[in-house]
């Protein structure tokens, strides 16, 4: 063989491993990714961030600074380093400005406290019911919008401008953005037995005017299909309104039921000619379709405010997968240092994901439920103890990351 020949043999060698370097760098993955690559499993995330604002375009401005929150956030993706996370609380921005922000300048840096620069490949945002304005009175106080909160308790969904309190949806796998079905517009009255809103002593809340264009979700409710290893697998995102805020009609516990409920009927037999999508697709998810359920659900299965029927019904669905429940040795800590109401909480203080103050308590609200036919392999809520590493990091939210593994072979 020639020396020609030999030199060129050897730059196609070190171009080739240059070439897979840089794959691995575009595609975020660390060590901990690498390795669920090379035995079949997949991580799956839930996160609510918290990175919102009051002002439209706030969010922008956030991430353009130097935001704590932001800084955080990000450490704690890359720690966990997700192959799917879904975002609550992310102020949606129709072109994605805001989504890029974050990704290139918050991810893709490596962050104090965090790992590795993390990239995800696609992405899935939508607009959202929150900070849309109705025209409606429908809070009953007599007057339409006004400003600050009565401006928010007459928009679709709670928000003082639209897209506040949004959703995003990351993924190292392809996103089949065509065929995501979304439930925006969804009518709560299209809901077999729907729990409308009553006065204590039984009157309707809202005139049936109102109650006949009132939407379900407070956000949306979304199906996207991502082509991961092993199959697709259905995303079923949503972020239900938190069961307070209201008075004795209790009509933010009554909507929180309700969107939970959504995903119960969309899981069960039956054709469901009222669940129709925005697109105008009606019916439920294919009963050979394997999914994930993702989101702030804002209820605990035993402790809080909410009605508790919704989440243990969907928790207890024969199509969801039994496991263990996600834990950290961090809520329990935070549970005896918090004290309030978590004195008087029945649930076990390592399933909370989130910290809410003393009147409040810590919660579990935050849910990765994947679908039987898939393997379990572990999970865990990112919540370490004050004196462990990358305790630092974890209050850029009053939520922490809940992630599961399972195998997708």
Not at 293 to 302: E, H, Q, S
């Amino acid at each position: 063989m020639s020396r020609t020949w030999l030199f060129a043999l050897l730059a196609c060698a070190i171009v080739a491993l240059l070439a897979a370097c840089v794959r691995v760098n575009t595609h975020g993955q660390s060590p901990r990714a690498a390795d669920a690559g090379s035995t079949g499993t997949l991580r799956i995330a839930t996160y609510n961030t918290s990175l919102n604002s009051d002002e439209a375009g706030g969010l922008l401005e956030r991430l353009r600074g130097d935001d704590a929150g932001a800084r955080k956030v990000a450490a704690v993706l890359q720690q966990v380093r997700p192959d799917i996370v879904l975002l609550n609380e992310f102020d949606y921005v129709a072109d994605g400005s805001a989504a890029d922000l974050f990704q290139q300048r918050w991810l893709e840096r490596a962050q104090p406290g965090g790992g590795e620069a993390l990239h995800y490949p696609y992405r899935y945002l939508a607009p959202v019911n929150t900070g849309v304005q109705s025209g409606l009175d429908l809070d009953n106080n007599g007057t339409i919008g006004g400003d600050g909160r009565d401006r928010g308790n007459d928009a679709w969904g709670y928000g003082l401008h639209p897209g506040q309190y949004g959703m995003l949806l990351l993924s190292r796998y392809p996103i089949d953005a065509a065929t995501a079905r979304t439930f925006q517009l969804l009518k709560w009255e299209a809901m077999p037995d729907a729990r409308r809103p009553r006065h204590p002593d039984g009157r309707a809340f809202h005139p049936d005017s109102t109650w006949s264009q009132l939407r379900l979700s407070s956000k949306s409710h979304w199906d996207v299909q991502v082509r991961a290893p092993g199959g697709v697998i259905h995303v079923l995102a949503a972020h239900p309104t938190p069961p307070a805020f209201d008075g004795p009609e209790k009509r933010n516990v009554a909507r929180n039921h309700d969107e939970i409920r959504l995903w119960t009927e969309y899981l069960s037999p039956g054709t469901h000619e009222w669940l129709c999508d925005d697109a105008g697709l009606c019916g439920g998810l294919a009963p050979d379709a394997r999914f994930v359920i993702l989101g702030d659900l804002n209820n605990d299965p035993v402790d809080g405010a909410g009605d508790h029927t919704a989440i243990v019904e969907l928790l207890e669905h024969p199509r969801v997968l039994r496991m263990a429940t996600p834990k950290s040795e961090g809520a329990i800590e935070a549970a005896d240092a918090d004290g309030g109401a978590n004195a008087q909480h029945r649930g076990s203080a390592a399933h909370d994901t989130g910290s809410f103050g003393p009147r409040v308590g810590n919660l579990r609200l935050d849910y990765v439920l994947p679908s039987v036919g898939h393997a379990f392999v572990g999970n865990g809520v990112f919540w370490p103890r004050s004196d462990a590493a990358h305790a630092d990091i974890v209050d850029g939210t009053d939520h922490r990351l809940v992630w599961v593994d399972v195998r997708v072979d």
